[in-house]
């Protein structure tokens, strides 16, 4: 009997390995974006976030006044580039204009706000998915995505990414050409890191003399503990 159970559960556990690993292998493989992660790309992807994304998400937890403080973007591009979709003020937060319960009604579900977006989703994930966008008339938008089946949201970045199709077939191309159209979800990607956890810029600045300073501190720990010992011996 006990033999029996032993088989059974070994049985049961190839099973479900073995369905894990269909799962696995239809699921797409996420991309990973190769950038230089500083100011001058988030600044880029802040800029393009703003043109296409904030019609519809927010990033709550941001405020424009700190793209200039974290970013060191002057005050006279964030009003150009970044504050005028919205027409909010200085040191509001980066709010759409779009009222959640409209974007509901629209789209069939709301917009989600994307502060903590790349830390919930990984940066791979969005990259992946901002890159995955089909056309499929069977959906009220005409748009599916391979990592986020079924989505509510439309591909705003086909007019200058292409319209491709489920079998990843180019139907229609877009304004830039794919290796520019990459450089720029990069950027988008790279601001969403930066929004997610924005004093990063700051900690990178900061890290190298945290550490000298450690290094100067072991040096005077080092003289101190010969100073007392040198009576001891
Ligand atoms: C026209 C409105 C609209 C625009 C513009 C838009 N989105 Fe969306 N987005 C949506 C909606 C609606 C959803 C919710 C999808 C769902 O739940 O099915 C969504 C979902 C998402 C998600 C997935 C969130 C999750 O729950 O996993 C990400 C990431 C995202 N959008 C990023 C972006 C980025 C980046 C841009 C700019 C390039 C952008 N969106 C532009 C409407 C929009």
Request: one cysteine or more; aromatic letters at 12%.
């Amino acid at each position: 009997m006990k033999k029996l159970l032993v088989i059974g559960t070994l049985v049961a556990g190839l099973g479900m390995g073995s369905l894990v690993a269909a799962e696995a292998a239809t699921a797409p493989v996420l991309m990973k974006p190769k950038y230089t992660y500083d100011a001058k790309t988030i600044i880029a992807g802040a800029k393009l976030f703003a043109m296409h994304c904030m019609v519809c998400h927010s990033v709550q937890f941001m405020r424009y006044e700190f793209l200039t403080q974290d970013l060191g973007m002057s005050k006279a591009d964030v009003h150009k580039y970044i504050m005028l979709p919205t027409g909010a003020g200085y040191k509001a937060n980066m709010i759409s204009a779009m009222p959640v319960n409209m974007a509901s009604k629209w789209f069939g579900r709301p917009p989600p706000d994307l502060s903590q977006m790349e830390r919930y989703k990984s940066q791979d994930w969005i990259y992946t998915y901002l890159l995955s966008f089909y056309q499929d008339s069977k959906r009220p938008s005409g748009w599916n995505n391979h990592v986020f089946p079924n989505v509510a949201m439309p591909d705003v970045l086909a007019p200058i990414g292409g319209t491709w199709s489920k079998d990843g077939k180019l139907l229609k191309a877009g304004d830039e050409s794919q290796q520019k159209f990459r450089k720029q979800v990069t950027d988008i990607v790279a601001f969403l890191r930066f929004v997610s956890d924005p004093s990063v810029v700051q900690r990178h600045e900061f890290g190298p003399w945290v550490l000298g300073l450690f290094a100067l501190f072991t040096i005077f720990a080092y003289l101190l503990k010969k100073a007392y010992w040198k009576d001891v011996k």
